[in-house]
């Protein structure tokens, strides 16, 4: 027998709206003792199965898997995988199209909340957020190798991470089938390598490739600067799409030294391109350069709540550091991949800068993440990269 999360009166409406998550603020009480990662059913408050998913004993009790009154089974996830697999197909992405480094699950926008699968050719690379879905990952792996045309030939599981400290403390981030696997995939016909082992998120930024298509639509003749430039996928884009000078600028040498990896990959003029080594706010600030197209791609800024207010401010004084270095008539690509600023403080923080640095600026697109990151409408959370073009004056 599964346990039973009983709600209070009246909580159940989210469930009706197929909201995926339940608050322990709606949880009246339970029938057995669920441990974290747990499959458990969720009733009413007159016991009445409304749907099962993972219990965590926290501010989120229950991640939803299935709605109704279906018994728990592995039948919900392979359902899942199957139709993320065939959004991603419709969007020609995959083996034979020249994208090959995709989001396969975007948790909840794929209606498994706590699991991320991003694909990078021939890998499958995991990311588990909840402890039930870390004790699903078998399963998981299982279901990646059955899918038909997917060619899955091996599975990394990075989730150390992004799993309670206290949990992952048993766990490594290791091949979960396969082994030694390429690190090479393509993205709209580009050359990267994906680092997963040791590298940030799942190993690229997949959520921006369509915001790198842009830049390359802009980056004709111009001069660019990639602030934050990690592995340097919109400086490659600058430089396929034109561009004069390009300049990337991370803390990392790590990050620098995949950077230099994918250019010699990449076919672009290598000559056109310098890797500096800095911080980027000292950089900013201390190097007085006009380029004509500045790209500011941070790091979260705030994880959660209590740090938004650091992270606006830290924002501001970013983009208005940003703006001082564009030409005038030139183009700021801007971006904030923090959950807990929206797009109209993002908007807000923005306009801020352009007062303090005391230049005009005008919006030009509103950007997001890419396709394969599918947004859940009951779940504004699983919107999370914003993004502006602005003309600079």
């Known amino acids: 027998m599964h346990p039973v999360i009983l709600l209070k009166k009246g909580r159940e409406a989210p469930l009706y709206r197929r909201h995926p998550w339940i608050f322990s603020g709606a949880v009246s009480r339970m029938e057995g003792q669920p441990q974290d990662g747990d499959r458990v059913i ?42 993320a697999w065939a959004l991603r197909q419709h969007l020609g992405f995959g083996p034979g199209n020249q994208t090959t480094g995709f989001r396969l699950v975007h948790g909840e ?9 991003d694909i990078y050719e021939q890998t499958a690379v995991l990311q588990a957020h909840s402890i039930g879905m870390h004790h699903e990952r078998n399963l998981i792996v299982s279901a990646l190798l059955d899918l038909p045309g997917l060619k899955i030939k091996h599975v990394f599981d990075k989730s150390r991470s992004t799993l309670p400290p206290q949990f992952a403390i048993s766990f490594k981030d290791e091949y979960l089938h396969g082994g030694d696997a390429p690190t090479r995939f393509s993205e709209y ?9 040791g590298g940030q998120k799942t190993g690229f930024f997949l959520d921006q490739r369509e915001n790198r298509q842009l830049l390359q639509r802009y980056a004709t003749n111009k001069s660019v600067l990639n602030a934050f430039s990690y592995s340097g996928g919109f400086s490659i884009y600058a430089l396929q799409g034109g561009a004069t000078q390009v300049a990337s600028v991370d803390v990392s040498a790590k990050a620098l030294a995949l950077l230099e990896e994918n250019l010699k990959i990449s076919g672009v ?27 500011l791609d941070p790091p979260a800024f705030a ?11 830290g924002y501001k004084r970013l983009n208005a550091l940003g703006m001082h270095r564009v030409r005038p008539g030139g ?12 797009n109209q ?9 352009a007062l303090d640095a005391g230049r005009e600026a005008k919006i030009l697109h509103f ?14 959370e699983t919107s999370y990269l914003k993004g502006l073009v602005l003309e600079i004056r």
């Open 345 to 353: 403080l993002f908007r807000d923080t923005i306009t801020a800068a």
């Open 269 to 295: 003029d290598r000559l056109k391109h310098t890797s500096v080594e800095a911080d980027v706010m000292n950089y900013l600030r201390d190097n007085d350069q006009l380029w004509d197209i500045v790209i």
């Open 42 to 83: 969720v009733a009413n408050h007159l016991g009445e199965q409304l749907a099962w998913g993972h219990f965590h004993d926290g501010s989120i009790q229950v991640k939803i898997i299935a709605f109704g009154k279906v018994p728990p089974s592995d039948e919900p996830f392979i359902k899942a995988l199957h139709a």
């Open 331 to 342: 183009l700021l690509f801007t971006f904030s991949c923090s959950q807990v600023v929206d």
């Open 189 to 197: 016909g580009l050359p990267f390598h994906a680092q997963w082992d």
């Open 303 to 313: 994880k959660s709540m209590n740090k938004r207010h650091q992270a606006v401010q």
């Open 367 to 380: 950007l997001s993440q890419g396709p394969d990151h599918p947004v859940n409408l009951v779940l504004p």
């Open 109 to 117: 926008g794929d209606h498994l909340p706590g699991l991320i699968i």
